[in-house]
C-alpha cells in the first residue's frame, strides 16, 4: 500500500519499520511485552524488507568486489545484517551472507574460500560485541589480517570501540555501510 502510493522507500524503513523496531525495543525494556511478541515483530520486519528490497536497493549488474558479512557468534539478530546486505548488493557488490551466530573460524574460512576483500561484522547485545574482536584476533593467529578491511556496525557498536578493536571502519547505517564499501572496493 504505501510503495504503491509512491511513498519514498527509505521513508517507509526509516519511519514505519525501524519506528517500529525502537517501539519494541521500549516495550520490551519496560516489560509491556515479551520475547515471544519481539520474534513475531522481528519476522514481520524480515517480511517487510523483503517486499521493500527492490525498493530500497538500486539494481546494478557491476560486481566491484566481495564481502563476507555475518552477525557475531552468541548473537541472533539478522535485521541489520540483512539490510547491510541489500543496499550492499544493491550497489554491485557480491556478499556472501553467513548468517547470525558465526564463530571466529567460519568468518576466517569462508573469506578466505571466497577471496572477499572486506568482512563486516553486526552486533546487537553489549555482551557479543566483544565476539568482533576474536574475530579480528583469529584472522591475526593466522597472519592474514592485512589482507582484508573490516568493518563492524550494530546499535551497540561505536567508533571508539572499533579503534580498540582494530577494526578499520565503524558505520551507523546500512546506506553508509554499503556507500563505504563501494568507496574500498573500487
Ligand atoms: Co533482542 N535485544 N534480544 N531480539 N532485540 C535488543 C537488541 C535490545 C536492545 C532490546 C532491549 O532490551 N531494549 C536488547 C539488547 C540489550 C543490550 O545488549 N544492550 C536485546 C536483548 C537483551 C535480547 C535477548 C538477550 C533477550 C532475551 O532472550 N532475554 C535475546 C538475545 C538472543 C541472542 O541474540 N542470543 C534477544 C532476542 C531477540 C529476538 C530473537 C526476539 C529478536 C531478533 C530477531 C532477528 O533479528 N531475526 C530481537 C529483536 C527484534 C530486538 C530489537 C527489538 C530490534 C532489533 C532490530 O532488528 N532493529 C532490539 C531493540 C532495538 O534495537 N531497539 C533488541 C532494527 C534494525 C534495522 O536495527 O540491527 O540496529 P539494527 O541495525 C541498524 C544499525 O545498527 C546498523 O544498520 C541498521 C540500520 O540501517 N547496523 C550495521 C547493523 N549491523 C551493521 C553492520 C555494519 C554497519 C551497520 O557494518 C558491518
Do not use: W
Not at 143 to 150: E, G
Amino acid at each position: 500500500m504505501a510503495i504503491t502510493s509512491n511513498i519514498n522507500p527509505f521513508e517507509i524503513l526509516n519511519r514505519a519499520l525501524i519506528k517500529a523496531m525502537e517501539n519494541i525495543g521500549e516495550a520490551i525494556k519496560k516489560r509491556e511485552i515479551f520475547i515471544p511478541e519481539m520474534m513475531i515483530a522481528a519476522k514481520a520486519m524480515n517480511a517487510g524488507l523483503e517486499i521493500l528490497k527492490p525498493e530500497l536497493a538500486g539494481r546494478s549488474n557491476d560486481n566491484i568486489g566481495k564481502v563476507v558479512i555475518g552477525t557475531v557468534q552468541g548473537d541472533l539478530h539478522d535485521i541489520g545484517k540483512n539490510l547491510v546486505t541489500i543496499m550492499m548488493r544493491g550497489l554491485g557488490i557480491e556478499v556472501i551472507d553467513l548468517g547470525v551466530n558465526v564463530s571466529p573460524e567460519m568468518f576466517v574460512n569462508k573469506a578466505e574460500e571466497a577471496q572477499a576483500r572486506i568482512v563486516c561484522m553486526s552486533a546487537l547485545l553489549t555482551t557479543t560485541m566483544t565476539g568482533m574482536k576474536e574475530v579480528i584476533e583469529e584472522f591475526k593467529r593466522r597472519d592474514i589480517r592485512q589482507k582484508y578491511i573490516f568493518m563492524v556496525g550494530g546499535s551497540p557498536v561505536t567508533p571508539a570501540f572499533a579503534e580498540e578493536i582494530n577494526a578499520d571502519f565503524y558505520t551507523p547505517d546500512a546506506v553508509s555501510a554499503a556507500e563505504l564499501a563501494k568507496k574500498l572496493l573500487i
